[in-house]
């Protein structure tokens, strides 16, 4: 094995890819029928927690990458072949997978002239990364040179912007819905800053998103050192409790608000987007996690029997992992909430609905991983579709 190897970077990332099994395993205790739907109060309650605990995912794997990636170790070029190697071929593989299997194929693919296949949601994930590799090469010079005050500087400024979903609610209240030829609801934003209606891009559009955690893996790599298990801890935990009452407050509120606590609720997908915003990855909330999650990460530093065989064989596939465990993690939760029934009626009362998303999570992890291994096995077309 390789010495210089991040061990802590692996356990990370499998960690944030079951996180991501786990967040849409809830997906169906809250979506569904017209487009909204929570059966029970108790469904409304479990999804809380259980949606939030994990919503740090993708900001992880954001982290990650940045951490070992930027600034560039090499030219551009180079940076761009490896990248696209890498990233491009299992992307298009199960793009065109999901496009046959789910919904319609034909307009599926016109509709791959534009987006990624709606029905697949999760693929969004690689528009947004590519993004974030476009933009490497322009910051690595400025990241080569910057010193810890400025970045601290630059992080803050990113830190304010993850408040920002909070005040255009409290400055314009409820936002009302605006449809996308996509179907996808989007709120209309209270305009801050610079923002009118003809013109999206205040004074911190630039700084805002997951740009945030590019620099956030910046500074971890060049001016974090390890902490003792006390100050890690002292941060870790505050953070991470207030990035959790943040996400599970702010979705349960939004909830009550929208149904008076009266279920079953059901409505347009437009509610359930609006009650899913305090879960965001440029909130404050999955922010404050993302810092706890990475500091109790890197206090892992050896490597024994178990990570060799089993989670590095995982970390390895784990990009083929996230791009295919839909097809197996729906027909799972399907299968869990058949045989166990559905909430607190189920066949095990109150437990029924965190089991089957847990065990929806569990099964679907490990069944995914079997097969994406073995896959990625196979000489020379297995990195092809897995990556």
């Known amino acids: 094995m390789d010495n210089q190897r991040e061990i802590w970077l692996d356990w990370l990332r499998v960690t944030a890819l079951f996180m991501v099994m786990l967040t ?39 982290f990650a990458s940045a951490y070992l990636q930027f600034p560039l170790h090499y030219s551009t070029g180079e ?9 491009l071929p299992p992307f298009f593989f199960w793009t065109v997978v999901y496009a046959l299997v789910w919904g319609q194929p034909v307009q599926n693919f016109k509709d791959l002239l534009l987006n990624f296949n709606y029905a697949a949601g999760h693929l969004w994930f690689v528009y947004m990364l590519i993004g974030l590799y476009l933009i490497m090469p322009l910051l690595s010079p400025w990241a080569d040179k910057v010193g810890k005050r400025e970045l601290q500087l630059y992080l803050g400024i990113w830190l304010f912007t993850t408040l ?27 305009p801050l800053w610079g923002e009118a209606s003809w013109n999206t891009y205040g004074v911190f559009y630039y700084l805002s ?7 956030l893996g910046l500074y971890f790599r060049r001016f974090v050192g390890r902490l003792e ?52 990855n440029d909130t404050l909330g999955v922010a404050l996690m993302t810092l706890a999650w990475i500091l109790l990460f890197r206090k ?15 970390s390895k596939a784990s990009y083929g992992m996230y791009l295919c465990h839909m097809l197996l993690l729906g027909a799972v939760s399907a299968w869990l909430r058949s045989a166990l029934g559905i909430g607190p009626e189920g066949l095990l009362g109150l437990w029924t609905t965190p089991v089957e998303i847990l065990a929806t999570a569990l099964l679907s992890f490990v069944g995914i991983a079997l097969l994406c291994i073995l896959i990625r096995r196979i000489p020379k077309l297995g990195k092809w579709i897995m990556g």
């Open 24 to 62: 849409h395993s809830c997906e169906p205790f809250y979506l569904g029928g017209e487009g909204s739907l929570i059966l029970t109060r108790a469904d409304a309650v479990w999804v809380a927690v259980l949606n939030s605990l994990p919503r740090a995912a993708v900001a992880l794997f954001v």
């Open 79 to 87: 940076f761009f072949k490896k990248r696209a190697l890498r990233i």
């Open 164 to 190: 920002i979903p909070l005040i255009r609610q409290w400055a314009g209240g409820p936002a009302p819905v605006i449809y996308g030829p996509s179907g996808i609801p989007n709120g209309a934003k209270y």
């Open 209 to 215: 998103g997951f740009v945030g955690y590019l620099l």
């Open 229 to 280: 298990w006390r100050k890690t801890l002292a941060i870790a935990i505050p953070s991470f409790l207030g990035g959790f009452a943040i996400c599970c407050g702010g979705f349960l509120s939004r909830v009550w608000a929208d149904t008076a606590g009266a279920f079953p609720f059901e409505g347009p997908v437009g509610i359930a987007a609006l009650w899913e915003g305090p879960w965001l």
């Open 300 to 314: 892992i530093s050896s490597g024994g029997a178990f990570f060799r065989k089993v989670l590095l064989p995982v």
